[in-house]
C-alpha cells in the first residue's frame, strides 16, 4: 500500500517543426501494432517516437506534441 504516492504530471510538449515533421500513427497490416511516428513532410521518411498499445497512450503521444487525436492520420 502506497501512502505518499508521487502524482503524474502531464508531459510539457516537445517542440518539433510542424512546418517540416507530421505526427502519424503508423499501423501494422498483419499484426495491426501502432507506432507513433513523426513523418518528414519532404522525404516521407518515418521517425518512431513510441508504440501505441492502449488509447490513453495514444492521448499521451497527442499531449506530448501538442496535436488533437483527430488530426493524426494513419499509414500503413
Known amino acids: 500500500m502506497n501512502l505518499f504516492r ?3 504530471t502531464a508531459p510539457a ?3 518539433y517543426p510542424p512546418e517540416q515533421y ?7 497490416i498483419c499484426t495491426g501494432e ?3 511516428c513523426m513523418r518528414d513532410r519532404e522525404t ?3 521517425h518512431e ?5 492502449d488509447p490513453s497512450e495514444l492521448e499521451e503521444f497527442a499531449v506530448r ?6 488530426e493524426i492520420r494513419t499509414v500503413y
Open 34 to 36: 501502432k507506432t507513433a
Open 49 to 53: 517516437v513510441m508504440l501505441i498499445r
Open 6 to 8: 508521487k502524482r503524474k
Open 22 to 28: 507530421e505526427p502519424v500513427l503508423r499501423s501494422s
Open 44 to 46: 516521407g521518411r518515418l
Open 65 to 70: 506534441y501538442g496535436v488533437d487525436v483527430k
Open 13 to 15: 510538449p516537445v517542440p
